[in-house]
């Protein structure tokens, strides 16, 4: 007989579930968040201990001793990542006023939405924007989704794969710009990524790039070791975008 077993991501969601279940009924909730914090970290895995510290940090609580040696980086890392995200921050998330802004993130009117061929979905997460300047453009064979989940992991054992596609001008770059500061300003919300590529193909060094080093165009100088640490571990951690 044959038993399939469940995904990660139902782990995770029956497990959000009964801790949100026990903080309601807990007499001290934020202790029991607390104990909840420390079980993750003493699991001994990196995006677990990120997370738990995150909350930590947020409770003003002190973070255990035994953490830096579990999810610590390379400085020199750490240097590129913080460097980066500070790029990243005073970058204008729309690079141009037109089409005319709509809020103060995005320019027209984007439609972002999953594409549920079948056909494909096994090989990548493919996401199609589509959208006018005066409407948002109904796709009933689609199911929009926010700027959140793009990212948002799949079951397949590949690295995630995701492809944006859409018309010039249609805000493909501002999507790039709007997932480089949501970075920038704190974790993702599906994933835990110690760094953010954001590699323009209108850049030709970029484009005619052969190794990873090669994508390291800004300040590699100082952090030469870099692509090396994140070819050591087969890109873990690592988020490349690119614009083209």
């Not at 494909?120 to 989940?149: C, F, M, P, Y």
Request: a negative charge; glycine letters at 6%; charged letters at 20%.
């Amino acid at each position: 007989m044959h038993v399939l077993g469940i995904t990660n991501n139902e782990k995770s969601s029956k497990l959000v579930n009964v801790i949100e279940q026990q903080l309601k009924s807990s007499l001290n909730p934020e202790q029991y968040l607390i104990d909840i914090c420390h079980v993750l970290i003493n699991q001994q895995h990196r995006t677990l201990t990120d997370i738990a510290t995150s909350i930590l940090h947020q409770l003003g609580q002190s973070i255990p001793d035994n953490v830096t040696s579990i999810s610590s980086i390379p400085d020199d890392v750490q240097g590129y990542a913080d460097n980066m995200r500070q790029h990243y921050k005073h970058q204008p998330i729309v690079a141009t006023d037109w089409p005319p802004r709509i809020g103060k993130d995005f320019f027209g009117r984007l439609a972002l939405v999953e594409k549920q061929d079948s056909s494909t979905q096994a090989e990548s997460a493919w996401h199609l924007l589509r959208g006018q300047v005066d409407k948002t453009v109904k796709l009933t064979e689609n199911k929009e989704i926010s700027v959140e989940d793009v990212l948002q992991p799949t079951n397949s054992s590949l690295s995630l794969r995701v492809v944006i596609d859409g018309p010039p001008g249609i805000g493909k770059t501002t999507l790039c710009r709007k997932l480089l500061n949501m970075w920038s300003n704190g974790p993702l919300v599906h994933q835990q990524y110690d760094l953010v590529l954001y590699c323009p193909l209108r850049n030709s060094k970029i484009a005619t790039a052969t190794t990873l080093a090669d994508l390291f165009v800004r300040q590699l100088k100082r952090y030469k070791n870099v692509p090396e640490w994140f070819e050591d571990r087969d890109g873990e951690g690592l988020l490349i975008i690119f614009d083209g």
